[in-house]
């Protein structure tokens, strides 16, 4: 179980950026409750100074507005924040997402510094907003989590992962991604999307794009390591 401070502290940012230099969730290999109860306890998006929780904030931010969150997890504590309930959570309202990112903009929250009566106010707000979300979870979505593999170490990793976000589909949206070491010096991209199941297929994606010119100019081949429905 992952257990963290208040995150709306520095050294609580800092020991959620830490967490997830290696990983793309908070536990396991696809979004769950997990997530969104350290999403909910966060006051406002964690600032670029912290990559990897800004990473790991943005794309929570984005399955929620597109196709909700329902996976169980395997249990998450974070200082002063509550419980996110066990309902499944589903996409929040558009005019809640309005009402966070308003109150995101004050300019005299310190993030740094004591959680001032503000930060409590906007987290509790946000918390209260997701557990309050009960619109029915939109159907026929999945999150794909795919292995990439280089041609040997030579290969520009970079480079390789702009090409890959390059294929851009109706009803394909790529989020978190990392670098994980195969050996020999040789590092495999893997990478999160999520997808509408009658508008993209990841075998046929593979097959015609991914593994294609002039993409296979880096990619040598490329695995599904995790399926999941959303």
């Not at 994980?180 to 991209?189: A, E, F, H, N, R």
Request: a negative charge.
């Amino acid at each position: 179980m992952a257990a963290f401070p208040n995150l709306n502290t520095e050294a609580g940012l800092k020991k959620l950026d830490e967490h997830l230099l290696t990983r793309s969730y908070i536990t396991g290999y696809q979004a769950s409750k997990d997530d969104i109860t350290v999403f909910a306890a966060l006051a406002k998006p964690p600032t670029s100074q912290f990559v990897n929780a800004s990473r790991w904030y943005n794309h929570i931010d984005a399955l929620l507005r597109i196709s909700g969150v329902s996976a169980e997890g395997s249990g998450v504590i974070v200082e002063g924040s509550a419980p996110v309930a066990e309902e499944t959570i589903a996409t929040p309202p558009a005019a809640d997402s309005k009402d966070a990112a308003d109150e995101e903009d004050d300019d005299d929250v310190d993030l740094f510094g004591e959680e001032t009566e503000e930060e409590k106010k906007a987290a509790e707000e946000r918390a209260a907003s997701v557990k309050a979300s009960t619109k029915k979870k939109e159907s026929g979505k999945s999150s794909v989590l795919i292995d990439i593999k280089p041609w040997d170490d030579e290969t520009d990793m970079k480079k390789l992962e702009e090409a890959v976000r390059s294929v851009q589909m109706e009803g394909l949206f790529w989020g978190a991604s990392k670098l994980v070491p195969v050996g020999y010096g040789i590092k495999k991209l893997q990478i999160m999307c999520t997808i509408v199941d009658d508008l993209v297929s990841v075998d046929t994606m593979i097959e015609e794009t991914l593994t294609v010119e002039p993409i296979n100019e880096f990619v040598q081949s490329c695995d599904i390591v995790a399926f999941n429905k959303i």
